[in-house]
């Protein structure tokens, strides 16, 4: 998916909003916006929002020499997603059909975000989970290629959300023989890099694959040959969030399964849905 | 006033804005935001907002072919706020004091703004406006110097508020012998120019000034050298609306009242008041 106009304006936004984040001062900020501004006019319409926010984080961090600039974000963010683990595991046993129910608490865990939206309520989320449906429903033929699947990619997305991940992954791995969980190269916002997974349930549960990628999405241009290979050899790809979507959607010739909620116009418009809309969406290009 | 790192954002979310009031193709606008991105990046903290404006909206003129992109508005906005002028000399009938009321008047018409604030509702404004109090209320020292007073420049602000102020300036008149209505230069967002006024009562109540400026504010960097010595040499400036402001606090070395409604956080912190607040605020450097 290619940017729109509104893109470079969300991404100066979030710039703004991390310079007060961050504490910075007035100089620091200035030169900042200044120095995020010149990125941003370099690029035209033929890009995907998150290569245009990669090349923005990694200026930020240089300038303000801070590597990571939401690790405490990200760690606070793993323990409360752990704190709901239990509760939404014991729904899942009353369930008629886990695995549907696995990918609502999956995409629940997609409110977490701090790029776009600067706050979220994970518990308000979890709550209402349950009752909404999907638009774009293509459950059914996710549970088709499921049956005949021996291996699933599993694009992860952010810091938090990997807790919810690993409720879906565990009903899948009673399916499936071999599952990969993808993470980012490197620091970027608050999404899920292979340190992040440090000592948490996703290291056993599946193989976790550092995907290389500097960008908050999986961008082919940017992976790592095996994670590339994996990827286009999978029997299924999950791509969680955002982020992925915007990386893969019409961009990537193979088929996807788009597990994510709607957080913004741009891609609202892209996917044909609205915004706060939680989509299951297959897509074949 | 110098601008602060929220100022860059605004003067984005402006420019995001003008590309869909203008209904500009994803193109075009991708190249208005690529360029007004280019501009931003070269200002840091030791310019005023205005200043900045004034390059952008210049650029935008340029890149699109309009020269006056809110020349539909500010005729409407004149035409509405001529439908308000007499319910508004009425109420002045039964006042107590018809100057401190008429101030009252010609702030409640800065309310009509395109820049920072999209949409504005006159009505609501007008019929609440005789129950505010202002924000550092020197209206005192205002009177005291009216009453000495031969000469005032007043500075205008924005299309429609200019008839706002025909009413306060009417009052005025019956006091001080001469009155300058200072103009923007040339169009900029919907601020009023010269050729704006024509027709209006404004020419025969005040001697109408082309200030020169081609900024969103009386910035006296680019002012003409007749208006810069009728600023010096008035007995009492009044400054109207959020630009002037922007302009001359701090930076103009006289004493100047300043009358407008503050509609953002950044001139609220300016000013020591509230978004939303009116102010009469007098000031000697």
Chains 1, 2 share one sequence.
Do not use: W
């Amino acid at each position: 998916m290619k940017i729109s106009r509104e893109c470079y304006l969300c991404i100066y936004t979030q710039t703004l909003n991390l310079t007060k984040r961050l504490n910075l001062d007035e100089e620091k900020a200035s030169e900042i916006l200044r120095g995020v501004a010149k990125i941003i006019s370099k690029y035209s319409l033929d890009v995907t929002p998150p290569e245009i926010a990669a090349e923005v984080y990694e200026f930020i961090s240089e300038t303000t020499g801070i590597e990571d600039p939401f690790s405490k974000e990200k760690e606070a963010a793993v323990k409360e997603a752990l704190r709901f683990k239990n509760i939404l595991e014991k729904r899942l046993e009353n369930s008629e059909d886990r695995i549907f129910d696995a990918c609502k608490i999956a995409v629940a865990g997609n409110v977490i975000d701090l790029g776009v939206n600067q706050e979220y309520d994970l518990k308000k989320e979890i709550e209402s989970i349950f009752e909404i449906d999907f638009k774009h429903n293509d459950y059914d033929e996710f549970k088709n290629r499921l049956d005949k699947a021996q291996s699933i990619v599993y694009l992860g997305d952010n810091a938090g959300e990997n807790v919810f991940d690993e409720v879906l992954i565990s009903e899948l791995k009673k399916k499936v023989k071999k599952i990969y969980y993808f993470t980012r190269g490197k620091p970027i916002i608050n999404d899920i890099t292979l340190r992040d997974l440090d000592g948490l349930e996703i290291m056993r549960l599946a193989e976790v694959v550092d995907s290389g990628v500097p960008t908050p999405g999986f961008h082919l241009k940017f992976a790592g040959e095996n994670a590339k290979q994996l990827f286009y050899e999978a029997d299924i790809v999950i791509s969680k969030g955002m982020g992925n979507f915007e990386c893969l959607f019409g961009e990537c010739q193979r088929e996807v399964f788009y597990l994510f909620k709607v957080k913004c116009e741009v891609v609202a418009r892209a996917c044909k849905a609205g915004v706060g809309d939680y989509v299951f969406l297959k897509n074949d290009k």
